[in-house]
């Protein structure tokens, strides 16, 4: 077998605090060492064997690794097949008010009792959110989302989630936000920027939001856009223009959560209006 170990690190100047590496390995092996980041990774192709926390695992296709902050750790490739694997480099501070807004109540760091996961959607959030990094036509609150997403599976796993009951109370604040949101839908916005609209720190935000409308802002900012482009789309709109208009990066990024939310693209959804 050749030998064949490629490592490739990716930055995304619109996430500085996440990193990525792509990893091919096939006679290499890690030093003991370990990271200040969350890493996460997953399996891609033959088998990964590493030590960590006084035990020795082995991670086929499939399986997500995750390291805390500060965890020792080694590695190399377990077979004759060369070992492919991506891991995500998360920094704490990314995290900590996510989780604290997702239920996680304690002030110290939160740390993932279990190194090996078969959690098929936190694999499947660990290769979307790898897939925004590697490109920069992905809106902040798609990629704020992707990262919420995975820190409410890592609550989930840790057990501490927090499912919000849903306060039938109006909020001045968060109706506030509501209507920032309304007003810039076509800009690229962030939840800091929400936040800040509603006079509330981030944490607070999430979790009030969660608690007041059932879904988290990203999902209604999301939620906002889809309903602009679909009544736009029904006067007969271009669908590049109406993308742009309601705040997605381009037309792909609109036909693919139109078409989560409304089973088919926003050109069948024009034709099938059309004819009514």
Known sequence: MSKDNHFKYINNEQHQSISMLTATMSDFTYAKHAHEEYSIGITLQGRQDFFCRNAFYKSVP?????FNPEDIHDGHSGTEQN???????????????????????QDCTLRMANTLYADPLLRNQVINLSRLLQTNSTSKIEREASVLQMAQS???????????????????????????????IDNDISIDDIAHAATMSKFHFIRRFREHFGITPHQYVLNCRINYARKALQVG?????????????????????????FGMTPKQFQLQWARR
């Open 237 to 261: 709109r271009d669908a590049t223009s109406v993308a742009v208009e309601s705040g997605f990066a381009d037309a792909s990024h609109l036909n693919r959560n139109f078409k989560r939310a």
């Open 154 to 184: 890592l609550v989930r796993l840790n057990g501490s989630l927090d499912l919000p009951t849903l306060s039938t109370r109006v909020d001045s604040l968060l109706l506030r936000a509501k209507d920032y949101i309304l007003a810039n």
């Open 83 to 105: 070992l492919e694997y991506l891991m995500l480099y998360i920094h704490p501070d990314e995290f900590k008010p996510l989780f604290k807004a997702l239920g996680y109540k």
């Open 62 to 66: 499939g399986n997500v690794i995750l």
